[in-house]
C-alpha cells in the first residue's frame, strides 16, 4: 500500500493536476480532497491520511488556522503546497513539516521539477517525527536571552565562526538556535535547503526576532560580530579568508549533496578558511547533506555540534554525521545555544 494522500486545494485545476501527477507515483495514493480547510477539518479524522498536501491561501478558514487545529485534534504530516508568501513560515511554526514552491506556469519544465520535490517531500513527511512538531507548535515565546559573559569579547573569541546547516523541520530549529544567542554572538552562516525566494523572506523573519542582525548573503559580504547570514536559495554559498576578515562567495553552482544551496559547499569552505577557529553545528533534515563537510570541520580543529535525535523533525543529516565521527557533541534543539555559548566562554 502507498502512502495515502489527501489534497487540499481551494483550485479545481490544482486539484485535477496534482491527483493526476501524485496518482502516476506507484508509493502515492490520492484517498481524497477538501476543497477549503473547513472541509478538511471533517475529512482528515474520517479518511485518516498518512499525509497532508494543503495550500496556505484559501477562503474562509485559512491554512494556518486549519493546521493548528490538525496539531492539536489529528496531528498528521502536512506539506504545504504554496507561492512565495510570508504566510509560509507561519504554517511552518504551526507544525507543518516542509513546503513547495508552486510552479511557474511559463516554465515548461517547473511543473515536472515540483512534481518530484513534492514526492519527496511527501516521503520524508510520512516518517516525520510529529511529536516535536506539535510541541514547536505549542511553544510560548521565549525570553530574550541575557547577554553572554564577558570573556567572549575578547579578540579570540571575536574571531571565531559559526557554521549551521539545516534542511526538514531547520526553519524552526535553526530560529530556536538563533533566539537563544545575544547581539555579541561572533559571526554566523547558514545553509537551509530552502527554493529561491523564501530565504530573504526567512532572514527578515528572523531578523525581527533575534536579538542579532539577520539578512539575506549577497557575494562579498564581511562576516562580523553580531551578524547571521541565510545562504540565498538558488546559489551555492563559500566563505574565504581576506586578511584579517572572513567574507561570503555566493555564486551559481551545481548541486552538490543534491543540494543548492548545500551545506557541504559551505562546511569544507569553512574548514579550509577558519579550521579551529571555526564552530559547526548540523541540525534536522533528510540525507546527509553537511557530514562530510562537518567532519572536514572536526578534522580541522573546529567544534562540532550536532542536534540530537530526539528533537530532530527528521534525524536524517545529523545522524549520518554523528555516524562518521563528525560530531563532538549531540545536543537537544533548545539547547544547542547554550552548547555553544559554553564553548565560546571557555576561549
Given amino acids: 500500500?502507498?502512502?495515502?494522500?489527501?489534497?487540499?486545494?481551494?483550485?479545481?485545476?490544482?486539484?485535477?493536476?496534482?491527483?493526476?501527477?501524485?496518482s502516476a507515483?506507484?508509493?502515492?495514493?490520492?484517498?481524497?480532497?477538501?476543497?477549503?480547510?473547513?472541509?478538511?477539518?471533517?475529512?482528515?479524522?474520517?479518511?485518516?491520511?498518512?499525509?497532508?498536501?494543503?495550500?496556505?491561501?484559501?477562503?474562509?478558514?485559512?491554512?494556518i488556522e486549519l493546521l493548528k487545529l490538525i496539531m492539536t485534534d489529528f496531528p498528521v504530516p502536512v506539506v504545504l503546497v504554496s507561492a512565495v508568501n510570508m504566510n509560509v513560515f507561519d504554517?511552518?511554526?504551526?507544525?507543518?513539516?516542509?513546503?513547495?514552491?508552486?510552479?511557474?506556469t511559463s516554465n515548461p519544465a517547473a511543473p515536472q521539477r515540483f512534481i518530484q520535490e513534492l514526492v519527496d517531500k511527501i516521503n520524508i513527511a510520512k516518517n516525520a517525527h510529529l511529536g516535536i512538531l506539535g510541541r514547536q507548535a505549542a511553544q510560548?515565546?521565549?525570553?530574550?536571552?541575557?547577554?553572554?559573559?564577558?570573556?567572549?569579547?575578547?579578540?579570540?573569541?571575536k574571531s571565531v565562526l559559526v557554521a549551521i546547516g539545516a534542511s526538514t523541520g531547520g526553519t524552526e530549529a535553526t530560529l530556536v538556535v538563533l533566539k537563544g544567542?545575544?547581539?555579541?554572538?561572533?559571526?554566523?552562516?547558514?545553509?537551509?535547503?530552502?527554493?529561491?525566494?523564501?530565504?530573504?523572506m526567512y532572514a527578515d523573519r528572523m531578523n525581527g526576532i533575534c536579538q542579532m542582525e539577520v539578512r539575506e548573503a549577497k557575494d562579498g559580504d564581511i562576516v562580523q560580530q553580531g551578524l547571521c547570514l541565510i545562504?540565498?536559495?538558488?546559489?551555492?554559498?563559500?566563505v574565504v579568508q581576506s586578511g584579517t576578515h572572513y567574507i561570503v562567495k555566493c555564486f551559481k553552482g551545481e548541486k552538490v549533496s543534491g543540494h543548492c544551496p548545500s551545506v557541504d559547499v559551505l562546511f569544507h569552505s569553512v574548514a579550509e578558511a577558519a579550521g579551529r577557529n571555526s564552530v559547526g553545528i548540523i541540525m534536522t533534515g533528510m540525507g546527509k547533506d553537511g557530514a562530510d563537510g562537518l567532519l572536514h570541520m572536526r578534522k580541522s580543529g573546529a567544534y562540532t555540534i550536532g542536534q540530537d535525535e530526539e528533537s530532530c523533525v527528521v534525524y536524517g543529516m545529523p545522524m549520518v554525521a554523528f555516524n562518521i565521527g563528525a560530531v563532538?557533541?549531540?545536543?537537544?534543539?533548545?539547547?544547542?545555544?547554550?552548547?555553544?555559548?559554553a564553548h565560546l566562554n571557555r576561549l
Fill in 1 to 22: 500500500m502507498g502512502i495515502r494522500v489527501l489534497i487540499v486545494d481551494d483550485s479545481i485545476f490544482f486539484r485535477r493536476f496534482l491527483t493526476e501527477k501524485l
Fill in 25 to 63: 507515483h506507484p508509493n502515492i495514493e490520492i484517498v481524497g480532497y477538501a476543497t477549503n480547510a473547513l472541509e478538511a477539518k471533517f475529512a482528515i479524522p474520517r479518511i485518516k491520511p498518512d499525509v497532508v498536501t494543503l495550500d496556505v491561501e484559501m477562503p474562509g478558514m485559512s491554512g
Fill in 91 to 104: 504554517a511552518l511554526s504551526a507544525g507543518a513539516v516542509d513546503f513547495v514552491k508552486k510552479p511557474d
Fill in 140 to 157: 510560548k515565546p521565549v525570553q530574550a536571552p541575557q547577554p553572554l559573559q564577558p570573556a567572549i569579547i575578547g579578540m579570540r573569541s
Fill in 181 to 200: 544567542l545575544p547581539k555579541n554572538t561572533p559571526g554566523i552562516v547558514v545553509v537551509q535547503h530552502m527554493p529561491p525566494g523564501f530565504t530573504k
Fill in 231 to 238: 545562504a540565498p536559495g538558488d546559489l551555492q554559498m563559500k
Fill in 328 to 341: 563532538a557533541v549531540q545536543a537537544p534543539c533548545d539547547g544547542i545555544s547554550q552548547v555553544l555559548k
